[in-house]
């Protein structure tokens, strides 16, 4: 049972550039949400997609964006990069049922800006 | 808004030590309770959770109950392993912002042979 998988695993970009990411969840749930974790800081989110719809977003500007897709799998994306987007961008999956229903999280992609 | 405070760290033990990481919080309703697990390089491992006040999650020896009366969560484990050093965070979901989890800055278990 494949769990949640991201990629790539790492990307370097440089200001002002633009980037997806790629989610897929885990086998049997449907809902997506993305998080970012910058250095020795907790996870923040970013926004939740369920039946391809943005349904909560976090305290992040428009340059992020999303994407979900008929078979549950999700794209975030982010334009205009900045030197303080650097961080591990989380994907997390989780059943729907709200706030009961634990998340389960990918490896995340580490995305460097320079 | 919703908000979790945890000990600061690193803690630092050695192996077969008890553990206890503090986690408060601040949340609209009746949140939901959990705390994650990332070993380094990795992304963020369910550990345990509990849903209900006096509820007690539990895994592979870790236990954490729910304790309304003082908004806490804290984690316990009688005797840790060097398998254990990782970063522990403790989050919350609450009927405020049902779909989000917010999570406190983690702290760093170092266990030492």
């Known amino acids: 049972d494949a769990g949640v998988t991201q990629s790539p695993t790492h990307l370097i970009k440089t200001r002002g550039q633009q980037v997806t990411l790629r989610c897929s969840p885990k086998s049997g749930h449907d809902t997506v949400s993305w998080y970012q974790q910058a250095l020795g800081q907790g996870p923040q989110f970013i926004f939740q997609y369920y039946e391809e719809e943005e349904r909560q977003r976090g305290n992040f500007p428009d340059r992020f964006s999303g994407h979900q897709f008929p078979n549950y799998s999700s794209e975030l994306n982010v334009n205009a990069l900045l030197l303080g987007d650097s961080a591990l961008y989380l994907c997390?999956?989780?059943?729907?049922?709200?706030?009961?229903?634990?998340?389960?999280f990918g490896d995340g992609t580490r995305l460097s800006i320079l | 808004g919703d908000s979790v405070t945890q000990m600061e760290g690193p803690v630092t033990l050695s192996e077969e030590a008890f553990l206890t990481i503090n986690c408060t919080y601040t949340?609209?309703?009746?949140?939901?309770l959990f705390w994650y697990v990332q070993y380094p390089g990795e992304g963020l491992q369910l550990l345990l959770k509990a849903t209900k006040a006096d509820d007690k999650g539990s895994n592979k020896g870790f236990e954490a109950t729910y304790r309304k009366e003082t908004t806490s969560f804290h984690l316990e484990k009688g005797s840790v392993q060097v398998s254990d050093s990782a970063v522990y965070f403790c989050?919350?979901?609450?009927?405020?912002?049902?779909?989000?989890?917010?999570f406190g800055k983690g702290t760093l278990l170092t266990v030492n042979p």
């Open positions: 989050a919350l979901t609450s009927g405020g912002s049902n779909y989000k989890l917010t």
């Open positions: 997390a999956s989780s059943l729907p049922g709200g706030r009961r229903q634990p998340q389960h």
């Open positions: 949340a609209t309703g009746y949140p939901s």
